[in-house]
């Protein structure tokens, strides 16, 4: 059979960073984690022995195959994966993994770590395996972080494992305690219908920012560590007014959070964000870059009966608006029938064609 599964992204509406080394373990951190109806797919399927590795992106029409997974070239996207399968799969093991994503690259949603949610889960599931939630976002970050190198904390890991609203408190000397945050239908519904994201196609590169932050950081009388513990308190005043029900303060919360997120590192902020901002500022009550910042997407909160109009004018400027909605569901896998030997033989002809 073939392991299948999917995974939201989100997005960070307050206290992104906080949940990063030095300053999580440090400081103690606290974030607030929305999972979305928008996801990353993953499906595995072991293969005959001496078949080899077969990787397939979908939604970037790229593969890669080899003999074994140490063969595999080095791609930055098939990088990722081979981790993946490094950590995960037997070494004699023959396997097929197809991937896809509902979120542009470099879309400050966390793409990557629900992507890496999704795959820890298939194959999981194509070997009978069984993890947690929490225990499937801490492998996929722990392969993230250290057999990747990647920088970065677990926020994205956990949205994406979790789903729905959650309040992530990192304590200072390490350890991570997520809680759900309790709100109403009523205040869940008006928050759905208020949010927007909004994409200007210009996408960022959340390695190289982290590493401007880490650096910045570590300088005597750093702005960077002032910000991250406002950042920290954004995130403990949002998650009051959600559960209070109070969609003003959250907004405010919202607006404040990308302020002091800007002030992180003069490469969080970007110029093609400041545009949209300025375009819908008497339209919503408040927004927020999403992730890292310098690029990707924004997340907005329009002011009641703003709505529409806040979406015609970004779509005037050449913006991709979606809608947001929550995902309560968080990573969730299933079996499905495996592919026969002409689909494999499908996606090897991909895998050569996209090469």
Same mark, same amino acid.
């Given at each position: ?5 999917? $995974? ?16 999580? !373990? ?38 890669? $195959? ?20 490094? /950590? ?30 999704? !795959?820890?889960?298939?194959?999981? /599931? ?16 722990? !392969?993230?972080?250290? *057999? ?40 869940? /519904? ?86 949209? %901002? ?20 924004? %997340? ?6 703003? /709505? ?13 608006? +979606? ?10 896998? +299933? ?6 030997? *002409? ?13």
């Amino acid at each position: 059979m073939r392991g299948c599964a999917r $995974a939201p992204v989100r997005v960070d509406p307050a206290g992104g960073g906080t949940d990063a080394p030095p300053f999580c !373990i440090e400081h103690g951190g606290a974030v607030v984690n929305f999972a979305i109806q928008r996801h990353a797919f993953a499906s595995a399927q072991r293969l005959d022995p001496g078949s080899g590795i077969v990787l397939y992106a979908m939604d970037l029409q790229e593969g890669a $195959a080899a003999e074994s997974v140490k063969d595999l070239g080095s791609e930055d996207h098939f990088s990722f994966i081979k981790a993946f399968i490094n /950590r995960m799969v037997p070494s004699e093991d023959s396997v097929l993994l197809v991937t896809e994503t509902d979120v542009p690259a470099g879309s400050g949603m966390g793409g990557s770590g629900a992507l890496g949610v999704a !795959i820890v889960a298939a194959i999981d /599931r194509a070997y009978g395996r069984q993890r947690s939630p929490i225990e499937t976002a801490r492998l996929a970050n722990d !392969i993230e972080r250290k *057999d990747l190198g990647y920088p970065g904390g677990d926020q994205d890991s956990v949205g994406a494992a979790l789903g729905g609203l959650n309040f992530l408190e990192y304590h200072a000397g390490g350890g991570m305690t997520p809680r759900k945050i309790s709100i109403s239908d009523a205040t869940l /519904r008006a928050l759905e219908h208020g949010s927007l994201l909004v994409y200007s196609g210009a996408a960022h590169v959340s390695g190289s920012i982290h590493g401007d932050i880490k650096r910045s950081y570590a300088l005597e009388g750093s702005p960077t560590v002032k910000a991250m513990i406002a950042l920290r308190g954004q995130a403990q005043l949002m998650a009051e007014a959600l559960e209070s029900g109070n969609l003003s303060s959250y907004a405010s919360a919202l607006g404040e959070s990308c302020r002091q997120l800007y002030k992180l590192h003069e490469s969080c902020d970007s110029p093609e964000h400041r545009r949209y %901002f300025q375009l819908i500022d008497d339209c919503i009550l408040g927004g927020k870059t999403c992730g890292a910042g310098g690029g990707g997407f924004l %997340f907005c909160y329009a002011k009641p009966g703003r /709505r529409n109009e806040c979406k015609r004018r970004i779509e005037e400027l050449g913006g991709l608006v +979606w809608p947001v909605t929550i995902d309560f569901e968080g990573v969730t896998s +299933w079996l499905e029938s495996p592919f026969d030997s *002409d689909e494999i033989g499908r996606f090897r002809e991909l895998v050569a064609g996209s090469g």
